[in-house]
C-alpha cells in the first residue's frame, strides 16, 4: 500500500461493536499476511496471520479475510474494546522475500 | 528473554555522530531484521540475518548504515556520520524460522539527530 504520511485514514467505532480494518495490496506474487496492531511508543504486534491457501482464519475475537481475486484483506474484530485503540497494520510477504512489506496503517479509536 | 528488547529506548545525537542501536532478539530465533519507521507510516526494511550471516542490506539507504551479528543473536545497527534524514525508529524483529512466520517486534530505538 502507499504510505500516506501523517494522515492515516481513521475508523471509530463504539465499545461492544465489530470492527473492520481494510487493507490492498499489490503484490499478487504475495502468499503471507500479517496483522499487526501498534500502540503509541510500542513496537508491532503480531495479531494473525493467513497464508494464501487460505481464505479465512479465525483467532481469538478477530478473522482475517483474505481476497486474493481483487488483492484485499481484511481484520475483523468482534466486540471491540477501548484497549483495541491503536494503529492497524498490514504486511505481505512475497514467496522468495524474507522481509516484510506494510501498508499504511489505520488508526482505529474505540469510543466509550 | 520473553521478547525482542532494544536498547536504548531513546537516542539523540548530534549531526555528524556515530550511533549503534542494540537488538537481543527472542532466544532461538534464527531470523532476525530491522526496520526503520518514519513518524506516521509502517515500518521499511533494512538488512535481514539468518544466525550470523546477513544475507540481504538491500533495505540499507546508505554506506553509512551498518549491521552485524556476530554469534548469531545480539545484533547491533551502526549508523555513521548520521544525518538530520535518519531521525525514525528502529525496529528489530525476530522469527523461528526463514519462510512464512510471524516476526516478532522489540519497541523500538527512537532516533532523534539534531
Known amino acids: 500500500g502507499e504510505s500516506v504520511g501523517l494522515h492515516l485514514p481513521t475508523l471509530s467505532v463504539q465499545e461492544g461493536d465489530n470492527s473492520i480494518i481494510n487493507c490492498a495490496y499489490s503484490n499478487s506474487a504475495s502468499d503471507y499476511f500479517i496483522w499487526y496492531k501498534q500502540e503509541s511508543g510500542k513496537g508491532p504486534q503480531f495479531i494473525i496471520d493467513?497464508?494464501?491457501?487460505?481464505d479465512k482464519r479465525q483467532g481469538q475475537r478477530v478473522t482475517v479475510l483474505l481476497n486474493k481475486t481483487v488483492k484485499h484483506l481484511s481484520l475483523q474484530i468482534a466486540a471491540t474494546q477501548p484497549g483495541d485503540s491503536a494503529v492497524y497494520f498490514c504486511?505481505?510477504?512475497?514467496?522468495?522475500?524474507?522481509?516484510?512489506?506494510f501498508g499504511s496503517g489505520t488508526q482505529l479509536t474505540v469510543l466509550p | 528473554g520473553a521478547g525482542v528488547s532494544q536498547s536504548p529506548r531513546y537516542k539523540v545525537a548530534k549531526r555528524g555522530q556515530d550511533v549503534a542501536l542494540r537488538c537481543d532478539p527472542i532466544?532461538?530465533?534464527?531470523?532476525l531484521f530491522w526496520y526503520q519507521q518514519a513518524l506516521g507510516q509502517g515500518p521499511e526494511f533494512l538488512t535481514y540475518?539468518?544466525?550470523?550471516?546477513?544475507?540481504?542490506k538491500s533495505g540499507l539507504p546508505s554506506d553509512r548504515f551498518f549491521a552485524e551479528r556476530p554469534e548469531g543473536s545480539v545484533s547491533t545497527l551502526k549508523i555513521q556520520r548520521t544525518q538530520q534524514e535518519d531521525s525514525a525508529v528502529y525496529l528489530c524483529?525476530?522469527?523461528?524460522?526463514?519462510?512464512?512466520?510471524?516476526?516478532?517486534f522489540g519497541d523500538g530505538t527512537r532516533l532523534s539527530i539534531l
Open positions: 524483529a525476530s522469527s523461528f524460522k526463514e519462510g512464512n512466520q510471524p516476526q516478532h
Open positions: 504486511a505481505e510477504k512475497e514467496g522468495s522475500a524474507r522481509q516484510l512489506t
Open positions: 493467513i497464508r494464501s491457501n487460505m
Open positions: 532466544s532461538g530465533h534464527v531470523s
Open positions: 540475518f539468518q544466525n550470523e550471516a546477513q544475507l540481504d
